[in-house]
């Protein structure tokens, strides 16, 4: 069997369709594992029509895997159109290059990207932000913003809040990334989310990158773009856009150096977290001078959307009836009273700070450990991320709550309006649990 030169540009036409597919149908079922196979074999197949004939066998074997990958997602992704697109493009690759539906599948190795050396001395200037500063400039002022747990927010203002934001939210949208997050139900029938799906498109940026979009959800986080690549494309400055996988299906890091810029995605038990270290002028840059802002990193959660946990925890103090437990299949989970969640957060997260209250917050309401690891990993990102070590801990303010404060101050008394608080808290539980 023979494949001519014309093997890559085929496969890399098929990918930017799945590409756009990806992007326009966003809410595809969670159980449809079609990216997966999607990415695996775009990575493994990048660069082949740089290659020549050698590189068929290579080539047909990496097509028969992705046609056993895509067969298996058959029953789950049955009415997705990303799907039939790989279907149809998997029948038409292995007749126009001759590959047997028969023979070995195993995936041949990745290519590696190219050493940060070769991007260094190639790159134009531009596509490095910090060299753009002249010696005698002042350094740009970075910026840090993070969600996880619950979900619990620290904007770039610092300011820390939690929200329920259920469904899809934009987290970040200026001139040069947009990012967006869904959040699921914790527990079925519970007002509990926490993030399951993460989009984030890299827009086109002069001779440096071309548009790339990140996917990421449950059981699914790829150390690859939704086309398969791993840099900013073909572009002159393309390696000062890369992913690397720190820890496979566990955590990975995009490093975008041509705006100063680094994200950080994770997932503990079965959902996302997300931290980025960001220059302030970028934050700040729009192309919608009308909406400049309305995006959560940036302007926090509408009002109307803020949890007041500390009333509460408050109560919860006082309460010694266990919440959060129930049986969700794999997932670690227990029955927690106040105390006990005290405990186990301080195992990871000695300082009583904003991370510590929202570890003990999440066990109260989902009974999963997994968040204890969730706070303290954003906690740990969140240090190496931020410029300002003096900004690490942020604790509860102990005045009234003021607009864009999202730590309230502590109630003067107990009052009837308090405790119908924590009566409507304690019935947000309990429903959750009546959904196991």
């Not at 001759?98 to 001395?121: F, L």
């Not at 596509?127 to 753009?132: F, P």
């Not at 102990?398 to 009837?416: C, E, F, I, M, V």
Request: hydrophobic share 35%; proline share 6%.
């Amino acid at each position: 069997m023979g494949m001519g030169k014309g093997a890559g540009p085929s496969a890399l036409g098929i990918g930017q369709i799945l590409s756009v597919f990806l992007c326009i149908f966003p809410a595809v079922s969670l159980q449809c594992k079609i990216l997966k196979c999607n990415s695996e074999f775009w990575a493994t197949t990048s660069g082949t029509h740089h290659s020549g004939p050698e590189r068929a066998p290579e080539f047909c074997t990496a097509l028969r895997a992705y046609a056993h990958c895509v067969r298996r997602t058959a029953r789950t992704c049955r009415g997705d159109l990303a799907y039939h697109s790989a279907v149809h493009g998997i029948e038409d690759l292995m007749s126009q290059h001759n590959c047997s539906k028969e023979g070995p599948t195993s995936q041949p190795r990745p290519r590696t990207s190219t050493p940060d050396s070769q991007e260094r001395s190639d790159s134009p200037e531009i596509c490095h932000y910090e060299r753009s500063f002249h010696k005698h400039t002042a350094p740009p002022n970075y910026t840090h913003c993070g969600l996880f747990g619950d979900p619990h927010l620290r904007t770039f203002g610092d300011d820390f809040q939690t929200c329920k934001v259920r469904g899809s939210w934009p987290l970040i949208d200026n001139k040069y990334l947009y990012v967006q997050v869904t959040n699921s139900p914790v527990l079925p029938g519970s007002l509990a989310t926490a993030t399951s799906k993460l989009t984030i498109i890299f827009k086109n940026f002069q001779e440096c990158v071309d548009q790339k979009v990140y996917q990421a959800e449950t059981d699914e986080l790829p150390a690859a773009f939704v086309d398969g690549s791993r840099n900013g494309g073909d572009r002159h400055g393309a390696n000062t856009l890369r992913i690397v996988e720190k820890m496979p299906g566990q955590h990975i890091e995009i490093q975008a150096r041509y705006i100063g810029t680094t994200i950080v995605v994770r997932q503990v038990g079965r959902y996302l977290t997300f931290a980025v270290r960001m220059p302030e002028d970028v934050v700040n840059s729009t192309e919608d001078t009308e909406n400049q802002g309305l995006y959560l990193c940036l302007r926090g959660c509408p009002q109307s959307e803020r949890i007041d946990f500390r009333t509460f925890r408050a109560r919860a103090a006082e309460s010694h009836v266990a919440a959060g437990g129930g049986n969700r299949g794999s997932v670690s989970v227990e029955a927690f009273t106040y105390k006990s969640a005290v405990v186990k957060c301080k195992e990871r997260l000695p300082v009583e700070d904003l991370y510590f209250q929202s570890c003990v917050f999440d066990l109260l309401t989902t009974g999963d450990v997994n968040f204890t690891l969730a706070a303290y990993y954003a906690f740990e990102d969140m240090k190496i991320l931020h410029s300002n070590k003096d900004k690490f801990h942020i604790f509860e303010r102990t005045g009234d709550l003021t607009p864009g404060n999202s730590a309230p101050g502590r109630p003067s008394s107990p009052s009837s309006l308090s405790a119908l608080h924590f009566l409507a808290l304690l019935l947000w539980i309990q429903c959750g649990l009546m959904h196991l």
